[in-house]
């Protein structure tokens, strides 16, 4: 059981170009969303889906896109890569409603923007 | 404005006493809060969590302490190894439809168990 799976696990881009972050849950949950972190900043927000079509944004949405065609994948968009875009990013992953509201993450995506 | 707050960024303690992390939300509508663990290079793990009709939940060494009156919880480790140096982050959610599962996290503890 792989549980929550990101790929890549490092990758570094020039401004302006564009990239997704993959990621992948074989737990058949329900919920799925990306989170950034950033040092003395904790873990933000960035998009959050229910379940397949359906997203939402959260806290930091701009900048970044998501789409959830299956209930297994869940990628982001970086459209046009700024330098704050720096980051760690998480994908997670939970069972929603009938759960306790417990996430589980993955590891990690660290993403760097000159 | 962040509605979870730890405002310890560090803690050192030594092995085999007790490690006390404090957490502070301002959002009244948090009814479920969890604390995660994170080692470097991987992701946050569940450690524990409080609903918010309790006011203590306790997993072997780890127990939570949640006071709604003054919107604090906490978390003890004892006793604490060195396996537990981490960083710990706690996190809150609201058990409503739009919010359940948008947890909000505080900026974390780093966590130093010395021998």
């Known amino acids: 059981n792989a549980g929550v799976t990101q790929t890549p696990k490092f990758q570094v881009l020039k401004t302006g170009q564009s990239m997704t972050l993959q990621c992948a849950q074989d737990?058949?949950?329900?919920?799925m969303s990306w989170y950034r972190q950033d040092p003395g900043m904790g873990l933000r927000l960035i998009h959050y889906s229910v379940g397949a079509g359906i997203t939402d944004q959260g806290e930091v949405p701009n900048g970044y896109n998501v789409s959830r065609s299956t209930t297994e994948d869940f990628p982001l968009r970086l459209l046009s890569a700024a330098p704050s875009q720096t980051s760690v990013y998480f994908c997670?992953?939970?069972?929603?409603?009938?759960?306790?509201?417990?996430?589980?993450f993955g590891e990690g995506s660290r993403l760097t923007v000159l | 404005d962040q509605q979870v707050k730890q405002n310890s960024p560090s803690l050192s303690v030594q092995e085999g006493r007790i490690s006390i992390l404090n957490c502070d939300y301002t959002?009244?509508?948090?009814?479920?809060f969890l604390w995660y663990k994170k080692y470097p290079a991987e992701g946050p793990t569940f450690l524990i969590s409080i609903s918010s009709i309790k006011d203590k939940n306790e997993d072997g060494r780890f127990t939570v302490f949640l006071n709604k009156s003054a919107k604090h919880l906490s978390l003890h480790i004892v006793p604490s190894q060195p396996g537990d140096s981490a960083v710990y982050f706690c996190a809150a959610s609201a058990k409503t439809t739009d919010s359940w599962g948008k947890l909000q996290f505080g900026a974390g503890t780093q966590v130093v168990v010395t021998p």
């Open positions: 737990m058949n949950h329900e919920y």
């Open positions: 959002n009244s509508m948090f009814d479920y």
């Open positions: 997670a992953s939970s069972y929603g409603q009938k759960g306790t509201g417990e996430l589980f």
